[in-house]
């Protein structure tokens, strides 16, 4: 068997694995990306957080991304049974980019990879990652290729940036269970006809009027399209009869405000679904290995925190490969897993209060000071590692006082 051999070996192409690759060919070394599927494809995750700016700029991707022309982006808007709170990430407390894009992943993600490639990455596109075995000095691991042949690599280092496909937590048994309960995405694209009273600068997150854990997304992009999806427990969904687009038609009918909102939208693409994303792992590292982004560990979708966690892993695993091959000896659990997971902490933290319903009380109330707000924008805003933040520094303890705070005496 033709055996290959490569300084970095990273898994999928999507936003963690093109940016890792750009960072990783400015250091000079020698990357192969393999890709299970054919780019463009269709993906979710379409709603940018500003920190997400940051990487894209250090990786020199940012420019491709300004010119493609997508939605931009300056906040999130928050709607409960005629209840209306809207966040400006422009005016938060920690420094940085306040606006960002609202994109069509399949578009998004394929200019990434491009630059990727521009950068001198090489992207092998239907090549799937069958085994890895890490028992030699270099993890050794087999593909298939688009012809159903076999091949091996020996790599200095593995990124796994496989996203839902979670090919090293499968493959080294790292997968552990998620404590949030199995919830499930229903989602399409649609030309929504909206009218001129909507902000399209800001993705809009309506909560049912019944179900407090049950909630929409309507995500506007450029050209009178957009996303929208049903975040819910599966018992609820399965509610619902008829054809996919029929049992989510009849979902949004339930919120009178979101069905106004788009009652001349046109719906001209599949509605797809997909249950039980919420994943953790045993360690987001080890022996020649890092996971990055979704292969690692992804929350849920509310926050639309998942491509800045990428991001933020694909930097953080690049700069120690800087110093690891310039000889340092690299603790990845202290350097990478622990640093990585204080920022996702802080966002597991305002996830559980979402559905929960207390962090629900706090954006709703009416009688915040601005720079409570400008705390909780800084989150939303995905600078959820910046500890100037009390916000961040004590997460829970915060939250549970504000909760108090906005709760009916």
């Keep these: ?106 578009t998004f993600d394929h200019i990434l990879a491009n630059e990727a490639e521009r950068f001198g990455a090489r992207i092998r596109y239907q090549h799937e990652v069958i085994n890895v075995n890490l028992a030699g000095e270099k993890p050794l691991v087999s593909v298939k290729n688009p012809a159903g042949e076999l091949y091996q690599i020996e790599a200095g280092f593995i990124l796994d940036a496989s996203g839902f496909g979670r090919i090293l937590p499968r493959l080294l048994q790292l997968e552990t269970p998620s404590n949030f309960p199995v919830r499930a995405a229903m989602f399409t694209h649609i030309e929504d006809h909206i009218g001129h009273d909507f902000d399209r600068n800001k993705i809009r997150v309506t909560v049912h009027p019944q179900h407090a854990d049950v909630w929409f997304w309507t995500i506007p992009f450029a050209h009178g399209r957009c996303s929208l999806g049903v975040v819910a427990e599966p018992a609820f969904l399965e509610q619902f009869s008829g054809t996919p687009h029929e049992r989510m038609q009849a979902i949004v009918a339930q919120d009178a405000s979101l069905n106004e909102l788009l009652s001349k939208a046109v719906w001209d693409t599949p509605v797809r679904q997909i249950t039980g994303y919420s994943a953790n792992v045993a360690s987001l590292a080890g022996k020649g290995y890092a996971l990055l982004g979704n292969a690692g560990e992804f929350l849920d979708p509310v926050f639309s925190s998942g491509v800045t966690i990428a991001f933020k892993s694909a930097s953080m695993a690049a700069g120690l490969l800087q110093r690891q091959f310039d000889g340092e000896q690299i603790d990845w659990h202290e350097e990478y897993s622990l640093p990585l997971k204080k920022g996702v902490d802080t966002f597991r933290a305002f996830v559980e209060s979402w559905y929960a319903g207390g962090f629900q009380k706090i954006i709703f109330y009416p009688g915040h000071q601005p720079e409570i707000r400008r705390m909780i924008a800084s989150i939303l805003a995905g600078y959820a590692w910046d500890s100037s933040n009390p916000m961040v520094k004590e997460t829970k303890r915060r939250l549970a006082a504000l909760e108090a705070l906005c709760s009916p005496q």
């Design 1 to 106: 068997m033709l055996v290959e051999t490569a300084e970095i070996l990273i898994i999928g192409a999507g936003p963690a694995g093109s940016l890792a690759a750009a960072l990783l060919r400015q250091q000079g070394r020698q990357v192969v990306v393999l890709e299970r599927e054919q780019f463009p494809r269709f993906s979710i995750g379409e709603s940018l957080l500003p920190q997400s700016m940051e990487y894209l700029e250090q990786a020199g991707m940012l420019r491709a991304v300004v010119e493609a022309g997508f939605q931009f982006k300056n906040g999130a808007s928050f709607m409960h049974q005629g209840k209306h709170t809207a966040f400006d990430f422009r005016d938060k407390h920690s420094a940085g980019w306040g606006t960002t894009y609202q994109v069509q992943r399949g």
